[in-house]
């Protein structure tokens, strides 16, 4: 159920919504349908795709749903202070057809975090993550991201802060520790903050965050990974869901996490070899792929390049995310290399898109359920 706008109401924190916070909020612009909320709360997470900055925008989340009706997707990380000072519509803004979609947001501010989910819900949202895997030095300066690994308690009140304002699942995406951190104690203990502020769920990407010395690309490939920890995390904790991040290459050991654990998360694999998302339906939800080709999942995404261009977005914009969708299929190096340097003009049009498709040879890919 959401909230009345205009009532007046006295948060968590013993602040008094006033007239601006209202006015802060937005009319629902891509509410799901009535009951959607009940199913909402039992949002499926045993596929996600990861939140990833300059990736996962809005193109390239329509183009995975393209691909998979079941995944779990969620957006790049928006900070609360963007969210609300910020160009909400065009920050916000998604396709229906995206449902279900994750907000990901950044913050330490639990009344900030609280108005944010409140818009979240009203912008249709399915779920609010709270990023605090992040090491960029930008986060840390603003004392988010991964150094609120640090800070249990703080991150038990922004958890609660949200689900006490709306109905939305919240939910934490987080590594196993950071610096010199014991990943037992540390993530035992944000867990049991996290579980009494009523997390819907905990994604862990399995590795620790150093926060000095390492780039946040460097960040996601040297900590060592350490899927055991994840998996004592979920023995001793049987009742919360646990999603697994980090290093899934592929949906065989996709299947293999999700036989101990609740799901997993992928980044890297899914946006650069998207092909493979077309086997997450039949793989792991036991549904049919959506196409049964990768060619003509492309081909299904023409209407919506068309319409995007019309609203004066950049070719470029949407068709970068496809670059890897052909694997091993004749024509895919001429595809990506016609996109590369025709893509780009500013005269580009759908018929660019075509034109390069043009140089797929069509083939019926069984073969995805090999992904
Ligand atoms: C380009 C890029 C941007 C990322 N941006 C975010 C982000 O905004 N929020 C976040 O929680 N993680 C972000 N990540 C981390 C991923 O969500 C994920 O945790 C990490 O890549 C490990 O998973 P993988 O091995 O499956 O890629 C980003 C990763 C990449 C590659």
Same mark, same amino acid.
């Given at each position: 159920?959401?909230?009345?706008?205009?009532?007046? *109401? =006295?948060?968590? #924190?013993?602040?008094?919504?006033?007239?601006? $916070?209202?006015?802060?909020?937005?009319?629902? =612009?891509?509410?799901?349908?009535?009951?959607?909320?009940?199913?909402?709360m039992k949002l499926?997470?045993?596929?996600?795709?990861?939140?990833?900055?300059?990736?996962?925008?809005?193109?390239?989340?329509?183009?995975? &749903?393209?691909?998979?009706? &079941?995944?779990?997707?969620?957006?790049?990380?928006?900070?609360?202070?963007?969210?609300?000072?910020?160009?909400?519509? &065009?920050?916000?803004?998604?396709?229906?057809?995206?449902?279900p979609?994750?907000?990901?947001?950044?913050?330490?501010d639990?009344w900030?975090? !609280?108005?944010?989910?409140?818009?979240?819900?009203?912008?249709?949202?399915? !779920?609010?993550?709270?990023?605090?895997?992040?090491?960029?030095?930008?986060?840390?300066?603003?004392?988010?991201?991964?150094?609120?690994?640090?800070e249990?308690a703080?991150?038990?009140?922004?958890?609660?802060?949200?689900?006490?304002?709306v109905?939305?699942?919240?939910?934490v995406?987080?590594?196993?520790g950071?610096? $010199?951190?014991d990943?037992?104690?540390?993530?035992?203990a944000? %867990?049991?903050? @996290?579980?009494?502020?009523?997390?819907?769920a905990?994604?862990? *990407?399995?590795?620790?965050?150093?926060? !000095?010395?390492?780039?946040p690309?460097?960040n996601?490939? +040297?900590p060592?990974?350490? #899927?055991?920890?994840? #998996?004592?995390?979920?023995?001793?904790?049987?009742?919360?869901?646990?999603?697994?991040n980090?290093?899934?290459?592929?949906?065989?050991?996709a299947?293999? *996490?999700c036989?101990?654990?609740?799901?997993?998360?992928?980044?890297?694999?899914? #946006?650069? !070899?998207?092909?493979?998302?077309?086997?997450?339906?039949?793989v792991?939800?036991?549904e049919?792929?959506?196409?049964?080709?990768?060619?003509?999942?492309?081909?299904?995404?023409?209407?919506? +390049?068309?319409?995007?261009?019309?609203?004066? %977005?950049?070719?470029h914009?949407?068709?970068? *995310?496809? @670059?890897?969708?052909?694997r091993?299929?004749?024509?895919?190096?001429?595809?990506?290399?016609?996109?590369?340097?025709?893509?780009?003009?500013?005269?580009?049009?759908?018929?660019?898109?075509?034109?390069? @498709?043009?140089?797929?040879a $069509?083939? $019926?890919? &069984?073969?995805?359920?090999?992904?």
């Amino acid at each position: 159920m959401h909230r009345e706008h205009a009532t007046s *109401h =006295v948060g968590r #924190y013993g602040r008094r919504r006033t007239k601006l $916070d209202n006015r802060l909020r937005t009319p629902k =612009v891509g509410a799901p349908p009535p009951g959607a909320n009940e199913s909402r709360m039992k949002l499926d997470r045993r596929f996600c795709i990861a939140p990833m900055m300059d990736w996962t925008d809005r193109h390239c989340r329509f183009f995975h &749903r393209l691909l998979t009706r &079941r995944a779990l997707i969620y957006t790049e990380m928006i900070t609360s202070g963007a969210v609300l000072h910020g160009d909400r519509a &065009r920050l916000l803004a998604y396709d229906l057809a995206e449902h279900p979609v994750a907000l990901q947001l950044g913050s330490c501010d639990p009344w900030q975090l !609280e108005q944010c989910a409140r818009i979240a819900e009203d912008f249709g949202y399915d !779920e609010v993550n709270l990023n605090i895997g992040c090491p960029s030095e930008r986060v840390q300066e603003g004392r988010f991201g991964a150094c609120l690994m640090a800070e249990p308690a703080l991150v038990g009140d922004c958890v609660a802060a949200m689900t006490a304002a709306v109905d939305l699942p919240i939910t934490v995406k987080c590594r196993i520790g950071i610096d $010199d951190q014991d990943p037992e104690e540390a993530l035992e203990a944000l %867990t049991c903050a @996290l579980e009494r502020a009523g997390v819907a769920a905990l994604i862990v *990407h399995a590795r620790k965050a150093w926060l !000095e010395g390492l780039s946040p690309r460097e960040n996601r490939d +040297i900590p060592p990974l350490d #899927y055991a920890r994840v #998996y004592r995390l979920k023995a001793a904790h049987p009742g919360l869901c646990v999603v697994l991040n980090g290093g899934i290459a592929d949906l065989d050991q996709a299947l293999a *996490h999700c036989a101990r654990l609740d799901g997993v998360m992928m980044g890297r694999a899914a #946006y650069q !070899e998207p092909w493979r998302l077309l086997a997450v339906d039949p793989v792991l939800f036991d549904e049919p792929a959506r196409f049964s080709s990768a060619k003509s999942a492309a081909e299904a995404l023409i209407p919506y +390049i068309e319409r995007e261009l019309a609203r004066g %977005t950049r070719l470029h914009a949407v068709t970068r *995310h496809v @670059l890897g969708l052909f694997r091993g299929v004749p024509g895919a190096r001429a595809f990506r290399r016609h996109l590369a340097t025709e893509a780009i003009k500013p005269t580009a049009g759908a018929d660019t898109f075509r034109a390069a @498709l043009a140089l797929i040879a $069509d083939v $019926d890919a &069984r073969s995805v359920a090999a992904a």
